[in-house]
């Protein structure tokens, strides 16, 4: 068993969650005094309840609060 673990922090988890495609999120934001756990600009923000995991070999489930911009420019590519 390896366990490598690579002590990414949270935006980089996020996109890697978001682009394994393994992760949903719910249909309805709400809002978070926390802000985007991506974006993290200190700000709160209306937020979904994203989780997913990294890969189809790593079993742990992460959970975040993630904004619609993100997500949108973490799934499409943005630019
Ligand atoms: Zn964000």
């Known amino acids: 068993m390896s ?3 690579e002590r990414l922090n949270t935006p980089e988890l996020i996109e890697q969650v978001i682009s394994s495609g393994l992760f949903s999120f ?32 790593d079993r742990e489930l992460y959970e975040f609060q993630v904004c ?4 949108n420019n973490q799934c ?4």
């Open 68 to 71: 619609g911009d993100c997500i």
């Open 76 to 79: 499409y590519g943005g630019n």
């Open 3 to 5: 366990n490598s673990q």
């Open 26 to 57: 719910d249909d309805e934001t709400h809002f978070n005094w926390q802000g985007c756990e991506h974006c993290a600009d200190g700000l709160g923000a209306e937020v979904y309840d994203l989780h997913g995991y990294r890969s189809l070999e």
